[in-house]
């Protein structure tokens, strides 16, 4: 894709009010003229998570968290900045006018947005097919017997693929949609392979219930298809192929509908399969997804670590459900979650459990839910395997490479010790294990997430900064000066602000905070921008004068301190003294009024 306009940005951050953009995500309470909560980037107990609507930012006093819409959607979704924008358009229903694109980024572009209307164009026909066709009369009663009704089906768009080879296909070219195109958004397979012509396609899905896969946005970009026949040779599930539109390790099912209350409860309850998950959160207990699959990739798990830090795992009691936590673990764990595991009783799954027992009854297993290293060790008490060395010596090697990847140092060491004490074994044995690969974690190459750098400032920078940031006047000065790159953080953000072009008084263009890192639109956002400043220029003047005195009066300092060093040669200190000569002639110069020409 090429670079979205500046107005495009403009015109994006104007649209999303803070206030309305933040209590969307969680609750905010008026303090004022201003608005509070609980930080969502730090632990808390009392809200110093302020929303300025005046000024159209937030900043939080406990953490350094702030910035704008654009920042605030960054740092709460973890996107980049062109994918904030893109959230941000969507929701204000702006369209992305981009500069500099490429016919390659144009073509792939247009083939997102034709697929995205393919699929939803099929999901509407799959929904319409389960309401009137007489030969979805199976469907529906597979649907009333799970005890999905017409109204759930609607909310969740649910559909039937009639037997047809043929029907869908013919449907879709009557809304002018071309065999290339069905066949590259997976809805089609093909007789010769790699042919897209016409008589060589037909339908992937063919009589099952259809389930819409849809991103995070709401939009339909996949389906998983349930067989109806009893039939041991084709697959229960079919689910779309990889397409440009769906990545399958990349989707987590129900987010679209789920995620606020994922936020409010801070945990997510991970079911098997999107009946599942539609029982559940039909019952009242939203806090649920599925994964495309029975084991979670890095990627669904960097997905979901921006809503929560608690998984429960809900998989089946069998081994396949097990095998499939273990795997999920790697992913899981590498993003600083805690993992717990739903016990499920024998032969029961979240549906059934809620059919027979009520949503009650699956509350109270999902609240007795026992994180992953505890109920492997009372699995393993329960089941007679730590009764000689050897089945201890699998429970570690089973268990002491997830707990190597738990990222808060103080709960390693606690489930280090309470893992310990429960085998009788001594904590070193265990480390060793520690050291050894995780089974199965080709999905879970997720780096250790980065805590990212804090900037510090001196006082006469900081307020060099917060002058440019509020005077024009000083602004159109700083760009006939050197630019400040030697005063490292600050002289950078300095020569940033000093680029932008805005009215005083007004809050900084999205233009602007587009350019800056993180730690820097914190900084800025931190500044009263509306406290005067008796003549700035003259004031932004004397402040870079004697930083530049304080820069040179470091590097004297410096070599003062190696000429004292008596294994210096002579030859060496003489070079020094020369040069801590010309820095001193070099103060005199800047400490004249050169600076104001």
Not at 71 to 91: G, I
Not at 236 to 262: A, C, H, I, M
Not at 438 to 454: G, H, K, L, S
Not at 513 to 527: D, F, H, N, V
Request: hydrophobic letters at 40%.
């Amino acid at each position: 894709m090429g670079l979205i306009s500046e107005e495009t940005i403009q015109r994006v951050s104007d649209a999303n009010d803070i206030v309305d953009l933040i209590s969307s995500y969680f609750p905010l309470k008026r303090a004022g003229t201003s608005f509070r909560a609980i930080c969502p980037f730090h632990r808390e107990k009392s809200p110093s998570f302020h929303v300025n609507p005046a000024r159209q930012n937030y900043h939080c006093f406990g953490c350094g968290a702030g910035g704008g819409v654009l920042r605030f959607v960054m740092e709460y979704e973890h996107l980049d900045f062109p994918s904030a924008v893109r959230r941000l358009a969507q929701r204000a229903g702006i369209p992305i006018v981009e500069e500099d694109t490429t016919s390659e980024d144009h073509q792939k572009h247009s083939l997102r947005q034709r697929l995205l209307a393919l699929h939803a164009e099929a999901s509407a026909w799959f929904h319409d097919q389960l309401l009137k066709s007489p030969d979805a009369s199976r469907a529906r009663d597979y649907l009333k017997s799970r005890a999905l009704n017409s109204t759930i089906a609607k909310s969740w768009q649910l559909g039937f693929a009639p037997a047809s080879w043929d029907a869908l296909l013919t449907h879709l070219r009557g809304r002018r949609f071309s065999s290339e195109e069905i066949a590259q958004s997976g809805l089609a397979s093909s007789k010769d392979e790699g042919s897209n012509s016409s008589s060589a396609l037909y339908s992937r899905f063919r009589n099952r219930v259809m389930f819409p896969i849809r991103n995070d946005y709401g939009e339909v970009i996949a389906f998983s298809g349930r067989i109806l026949e009893a039939d041991a040779k084709a697959a229960k599930y079919v689910n779309s192929p990889e397409t440009p539109l769906f990545s399958k390790g990349r989707v987590l099912y129900g987010l679209d509908k789920t995620k606020r209350d994922l936020i409010e409860k801070n945990a997510a309850i991970v079911c098997e399969g999107q009946i599942d998950l539609i029982s559940a959160f039909e019952a009242g207990i939203r806090n649920v997804i599925a994964p495309q699959g029975t084991a979670f990739t890095g990627d669904q798990a960097r997905l979901l670590k921006r809503y929560v830090e608690t998984v429960l795992l809900c998989f089946d009691s069998d081994a396949a459900g097990k095998k499939a936590a273990t795997r999920s673990l790697p992913a899981l764990l590498s993003q600083g979650l805690l993992v717990k595991i739903v016990t499920l009783p024998q032969g029961e799954d979240p549906d059934s459990l809620i059919r027979r027992s009520g949503p009650e009854a699956f509350l109270e297993v999902v609240n007795n839910a026992t994180d992953f290293f505890e109920h492997s060790l009372n699995e393993a008490f329960a089941s007679g395997e730590l009764n000689d060395s050897a089945g201890k010596s699998r429970l570690v090697s089973r268990i002491a490479p997830p707990l190597a990847l738990v990222q808060d140092a103080v709960l390693k060491e606690t489930l280090l010790g309470r893992i310990a004490s429960r085998l009788g074994l001594p904590q070193p044995a265990i480390r060793v294990a520690m050291k050894a690969p995780v089974i199965d974690q080709e999905d879970a190459q997720t780096p250790t997430p980065q805590t990212e750098e804090i900037i510090a400032l001196s006082a006469g920078m900081e307020m060099l900064c917060r002058l440019t940031l509020t005077s024009n006047e000083v602004r159109t000065w700083l760009r006939d000066q050197k630019p400040l790159d030697e005063f490292e953080e600050g002289g950078v953000l300095v020569n940033k602000l000093a680029q932008a072009d805005y009215e005083d008084g007004a809050p900084p263009p999205p233009t602007l905070l587009a350019q800056l890192t993180g730690p820097e639109e914190r900084l800025i956002s931190a500044m009263d921008i509306h406290r005067s400043t008796p003549e700035p220029l003259e004031r932004a003047r004397q402040l870079l004068q004697g930083l530049h005195v304080q820069q040179i009066n470091r590097e004297i300092d410096g070599l003062k301190s190696r000429i004292a060093d008596p294994a210096i040669p002579a030859s060496e200190r003489q070079k020094f003294q020369k040069q801590i000569l010309d820095l001193t002639i070099r103060v005199a110069d800047v400490r004249r009024p050169f600076l104001q020409a």
